[in-house]
């Protein structure tokens, strides 16, 4: 008798209930169909900065807040990728979901250094905050493709917290 007993304090479940709040298989078709779009949506410096300077152009940095205030492109807000949800990403870019938004992330400074140490290639922020902002819906972004030196004036690398935003 006690045979059973212990198979049934040990079995698992053979199919177990997924959890609705968790997708995988839709993630994985989001980043198929945007890889397309992405490779179209990389931009060089100059083009970058270009783009940056034109009406409602926002340059959103999703590092974490402690690397932002320690340095970044100056004109930029901050959202790091863990506080992405819709409501959070709704007051920060405003109501335009076509709003040109671009992205830059630690891999595109060629410094490795606080506050930029480089990231693993594959899994640079630039590639799960363009599939985050595409999956959520904002279709216009736009991702540095170069690599650049922060000491570079013309990058306008700066640091502490933007000026307020008029969104």
């Known amino acids: 008798m006690l045979l059973p007993a212990l198979a049934l304090l040990f079995a698992v479940p053979d199919d177990p209930a997924p959890n609705p709040q968790i997708d995988y298989a839709g993630f994985a078709t989001l980043t198929r169909d945007v890889r397309a779009s992405r490779a179209k949506r990389l931009l060089g410096f ?10 409602d152009a926002l340059i959103l940095d999703a590092r974490s807040a402690d690397k932002f205030a320690a340095g970044h492109i100056a004109g930029a807000i901050n959202l790091p ?3 992405f949800t819709a409501e959070a990403l709704a007051e920060a870019i405003g109501p335009d979901r076509d709003r040109p938004i671009l992205i830059y992330c630690n891999n595109n400074f060629s410094n490795h250094r606080a506050p930029v140490m480089l990231k693993n290639a594959a899994l640079a922020l630039n590639i799960q905050t363009f599939i985050n902002l595409i999956g959520y819906g904002y279709p216009n972004v736009w991702e540095l493709r170069d690599v650049v030196d922060f000491n570079d004036p013309r990058v306008g ?3 502490g917290a933007p000026a307020n935003l008029e969104i």
Request: hydrophobic share 50%; charged share 25%; aromatic share 12%.
């Open 46 to 55: 100059a083009a970058f900065k270009a783009k940056a300077a034109t009406k």
């Open 81 to 83: 990728l863990t506080d």
């Open 157 to 159: 690398w700066t640091t």
